[in-house]
């Protein structure tokens, strides 16, 4: 792609907007996304982009709990 369309490699970040512990801030985000949900818009990024790095919150767990 980069010979043909000058695109090199590219990464996405997929955060999760969740409250940090112990955080005192009121915010509340617009729209709750569950781990079940993120594991899906997850997946679906892995299948539709195969060769791009997602990178996810840096609040996630290491194992990403899936109810």
């Known amino acids: 792609m980069?010979?043909?369309y000058g695109i090199g490699?590219?990464?996405?970040?997929v955060p999760r907007?969740?409250?940090a512990?112990?955080?005192k801030l009121s915010y509340e985000p617009p729209y709750v996304v569950d781990a079940d949900?993120?594991?899906y818009i997850a997946a679906l990024l892995r299948i539709a982009i195969p060769y791009t790095?997602?990178?996810l919150s840096t609040r996630e767990s290491k194992t990403?709990?899936?109810d």
């Open 64 to 66: 990403l709990e899936i």
């Open 21 to 23: 512990v112990g955080a």
């Open 53 to 55: 790095d997602i990178f």
């Open 17 to 19: 907007i969740k409250k």
């Open 37 to 39: 949900y993120f594991a």
């Open 9 to 13: 490699p590219h990464t996405i970040s």
């Open 2 to 4: 980069e010979k043909r």
